[in-house]
Structure formats: structure tokens, C-alpha cells
């Protein structure tokens, strides 16, 4: 069944992953598109009196002050997308694509980018005949997103490629109506938004979200088999603190360490790292919740620039009638949040390591040094936490914020960008590090579980079993790459925390 849209702030987070994730086809209300068609007659009736308009009427950035005649028009609108379509590097997935579709979409549903409803029903068609255009995720030093967007709605005039079926088939060729004949200022509405930002800050959410939840998981494994104190994890020493975040890390952690096995009786002070698993993962949380929350207001912002407004309430304030320049196609909120997950979970990859380094030393943990049967002939599993160590490092680099770059382009008229592009990929690559760094802790703990003979919580044996399942014991020394290969796979199945896969930003051939 279609996801109707009656209006074009009416996308929440559920509809959203219905459509782009999951693939479900989408119609609008035949009140919308009339809507549209009233404001497209505005708009056209605007430019017929004569008004400058950019992008429309006059050349784009520095040649802003160059006039395009009327005759030129359909070509100059195809024109804009085809010589901004420059970039390179690795496609983009096709969730995140049919995301930035569906929210160019919907906010051409609004009226103020002024384009046709011809367009929004050709980007429904698109949308619902599962169109992937091949788009360039690499980073360019354009303001907002023309470039990537310019590969992805150039497929719609025949430009450019598309996937059929994981192989890449020219634009032209896999439409199988003809190509749209784009209208005046309906090539510069396509590309000068930002709906590529949410797309891309949507899927890393998700992911972000599994993977907390993981490293969570792993700190209560830690927890259970050293047979530390759970005292420092309990409701009430988070709501001392009265952080939302950490209270609710503070819940699940004594979910997971519930039942006879739960040690609450004094004991020696566990190291800072294993104490503070509240806090860090509470922080980071609270940082996704930041981020959920602007994604959330992005589904429904109008981005454009120029927009076509009305004129506004008559008096000695009163705004005329026209195209407006904004600076909305310039993602900054969401970009900065996309960093502060960054650096959040960073830091919880900070406390993995430490954690997973006290797991492995006797005098913390009351196990084998290095978590072997026989210490000295055998070697256990540091080689564990040495590539844990490589896994910070690479991290740590990543965690530089993209959005504190701002350079020149375009003779001095572009000066500053948002580098989402720049900022998903570093998140991207601080959640693969974080991913393998659990793979490996999680191997290290079968490996405890094997060693410790007193049983863990209920909620702990579930995940023990299927660790169990996955990876033998370690008793004799061995490569363990093969064991964390396949640990990481259960993990990105999403299948030790009850959930499923998440999507990835970058395309990724269908086996065989």
C-alpha cells in the first residue's frame, strides 16, 4: 500500500524508512499537486514580468550577473545539471538515494521551489519503478550538494546511469518513458536543496543506534564474568545524575545484569572504565537523540534557494511577492550533529579498548592473564586487543570534525560549504572501526565465558550461547580472524540484540 502524502511537512522518520529503506511506493493527493500547480502559474507569472531570477534568467554563481535569454531556457536548465556533474568515488547506496528522491520530492510539494506537478509525479513514477541513479559519493568542495545531485536528477533528462539489477545501465536506455523536459528554474530547484544530508544522517543513525546498543551489551558481559560490583549501574545512581542518556544506559545495564546472579554486595573499586559505562554510553545517547531530533525536522524543511513566496501581510513590514535567496541548502545543523556522533562514539570505542585491556589482565579481572588455559606456552587472545588498539587509532582520526573547514570557490561567490558528504563518511568509518573493534571484545568474551564456571544473568546467557555458537574456545593458540569475521557478521546481523541489519551509505553489489 502507498504512503499517501496530503502534505509537504508531513514526512516523520516511519514513513520516511518505509519509502527509502524499504522500498514502498508513495502517491501524492491530487489537492497537493493542484497546490503546486497554483504556485507554478505564480511563478511563471513573476517571470513574465519581467524580474531577475537566478539560475532561471541570469548565469549561477559568479556568473550571477550574466543574463540567460528565454529562448535558451530549456537548455540552460539541462545544462545545470549536466556540467555539475563532476563527482567521483564510490556510489552511494541505493536507501540513501531513494531518500534524497523522495525528500526533493516532498519538498517540491510545498510550492516554494515553484516547479511543475508534471515533475513531482515524474519523481513518484521514479520513486515507485525502484529508479537507483549512480551517485558519486565523494567529497566536493561545492556549496550544498549540486554536485551529487546533479548526477542523481540528471538521470531523469537522460543523463548520467542507473542500477539495473546491480549493473549499471545508461540513464537513457533504462527509462522506459521519455526523458522529463525540464521547465524554467526546475533544473536549479533539482539540485540546489540539501535532501542528500538526511538521507545520508538517516541510515548512520540506525546503525549508530545497533552498535551502542551493542557495546552496551558487551560492558554488562564484562560486568558478569569479572564479578564486579553492579552497585555503580543501578536506576538510582542515574537519576542522581538526571541525564536522560545515562538514565536510560543506567535501565538497560540492570535489565541485562538481573537475576540471583547480580552482584550487588561491596566489592573492590572496578578500574574508571568499567564504572563509567553510564556515562559515556549515556552521553553518546543523548548525542543520537540530538541528531534523531534534527533528522526528524529535516524530513519537513524546505531547502530551496531561491524559494517563491507570496507577498506577505500588507503595512510598513510588509515582503513582496518573489524569489527569495536563502542559505537552507547549507546543512550545517545536521552536519554538526553528524560530527558530535563522531566524537561520541569515539569515545565509546575509547572504553572499549581500556575495557577489553582489563579483561585481559589477571589483577582486574581475577581470570588468566590474557585469557588462556596454560599462560607462558600459550599466548591467549592479546592479539585481541593490539588490533583493538589500531581500530582507536583509525577512529581517532576520523573524529576531526569536517565542519570546521571553509574554503573558496567559484571566484569568492561560494566561500564556505557544510561537507556533509565529508561528515557521513567519517561516521561511517568511526562505525566500521567500532563495529570490528566489538567483533573483537566479543570473541575475548566467549573465550572469559569459557573460563568462568558460576553462571551469568538470563539475559547474558542468550548472547553467551550464540557466541557460543559461533566461535570455539580458544585452547590452543590459533588465528583468530576467521572467529572475528564471523562475530562481526552477528553483529551487523543485529541478531545479539534482537534486531536486524542496517542499511549501508554505499552501494554494495548483490552476491553472485
Known amino acids: 500500500m502507498a504512503i ?34 497554483g504556485s507554478r502559474a505564480a511563478l511563471l507569472g513573476y517571470l513574465e514580468s519581467g524580474a531577475q531570477a537566478y539560475g532561471v534568467n541570469t ?20 545544462a545545470i545539471l549536466a556540467g555539475r556533474a563532476t563527482g567521483i568515488g564510490h556510489p552511494l547506496s541505493e536507501a540513501v538515494v531513494r531518500g534524497a528522491m523522495l525528500l526533493r520530492l516532498a519538498g517540491f510539494l510545498g ?3 515553484g516547479v511543475s506537478p508534471e515533475l513531482c509525479g515524474f519523481l513518484v513514477d521514479r520513486l515507485n519503478d525502484q529508479w537507483y541513479p549512480v551517485v558519486p559519493g565523494g567529497v566536493s568542495g561545492a556549496a550544498g550538494e549540486i554536485v551529487p545531485l546533479a548526477h542523481l536528477f540528471g538521470t531523469l533528462v537522460g543523463d548520467g546511469s542507473v542500477f539495473v539489477d546491480g549493473r549499471v545501465v545508461p540513464a537513457e536506455r533504462a527509462l522506459t518513458v521519455p526523458p522529463f523536459s525540464l521547465g524554467a528554474k526546475e533544473g536549479i530547484a533539482l539540485i540546489n536543496g ?4 538526511p538521507a545520508l544522517a538517516a541510515p548512520l543513525l540506525l546503525r549508530a543506534d545497533a552498535l551502542l546498543e551493542h557495546a552496551t551489551l558487551c560492558g554488562a558481559l564484562v560486568v558478569a564474568v569479572t564479578r564486579a560490583s553492579a552497585r555503580p549501574y543501578v536506576v538510582r545512581v542515574g537519576e542522581l545524575k538526571g541525564d536522560p542518556g545515562q538514565l536510560a544506559i543506567h535501565r538497560r545495564l540492570s535489565t541485562l545484569l538481573a537475576g540471583p546472579a547480580r552482584r550487588l554486595e561491596d566489592a573492590r573499586q572496578a578500574p574508571v572504565s568499567l564504572r563509567v559505562i553510564p556515562q559515556v554510553h549515556g552521553a553518546a545517547l543523548d548525542a543520537l537523540g540530538h541528531l534523531r531530533a534534527q533528522l526528524d525536522r529535516e524530513l519537513r524543511a524546505v531547502t530551496d534557494s531561491p524559494v ?7 503595512g510598513e513590514d510588509a515582503e513582496p511577492e518573489g524569489l527569495y535567496p536563502t542559505g537552507n541548502f547549507h546543512a550545517q545543523a545536521l552536519t554538526l550533529l553528524v560530527d558530535s556522533a563522531g566524537v561520541a562514539l569515539t569515545q565509546v570505542l575509547n572504553l572499549l579498548e581500556k575495557r577489553l585491556h582489563r579483561l585481559l589482565d589477571s589483577r582486574f579481572s581475577g581470570l ?11 599466548s591467549g587472545v592479546v592479539t585481541l586487543h593490539k588490533q583493538v588498539i589500531g581500530l582507536v587509532a583509525q577512529a581517532r582520526g576520523l573524529a576531526a570534525p569536517a565542519t570546521i573547514h571553509a574554503l573558496d570557490a567559484s571566484t569568492g561567490q561560494e566561500d564556505i560549504q557544510a561537507f556533509t558528504l565529508l561528515a557521513a563518511q567519517q561516521l561511517d568509518g568511526i562505525l566500521d572501526a567500532l563495529e570490528l573493534a566489538l567483533a573483537h571484545e566479543l570473541v575475548a568474551l566467549r573465550q572469559a ?3 568462568v564456571g558460576t553462571p551469568l544473568p538470563a539475559p547474558l546467557e542468550r548472547t553467551a550461547s550464540l557466541l557460543a555458537d559461533t566461535v570455539a574456545p580458544v585452547t590452543e593458540d590459533r588465528s583468530l580472524a576467521a572467529d572475528v569475521s564471523s562475530v562481526r557478521e552477528l553483529v551487523a546481523s543485529g541478531q545479539l540484540i534482537g534486531g536486524v541489519r542496517c542499511p549501508s551509505i554505499w552501494f554494495s553489489p548483490t552476491p553472485g
Open 111 to 113: 510550492g516554494y521551489a
Open 308 to 314: 517563491f513566496v507570496g507577498a506577505s501581510r500588507a
Open 4 to 37: 499517501l502524502l496530503e502534505r509537504h511537512d508531513q514526512l516523520d522518520l516511519s514513513q520516511y524508512r518505509r519509502v527509502a529503506l524499504e522500498r514502498e511506493a508513495v502517491a501524492v493527493a491530487p489537492a497537493l499537486l493542484s497546490d503546486v500547480a
Open 368 to 378: 588468566p592473564d590474557q585469557l588462556t588455559r596454560d599462560p607462558g606456552r600459550h
Open 194 to 197: 540539501a535532501p542528500l544530508a
Open 449 to 451: 565465558r569459557f573460563l
Open 59 to 78: 548565469g549561477l554563481g559568479y556568473l550571477a550577473s550574466r543574463t540567460v535569454e528565454d529562448v535558451d531556457q530549456a537548455a540552460f536548465q539541462r
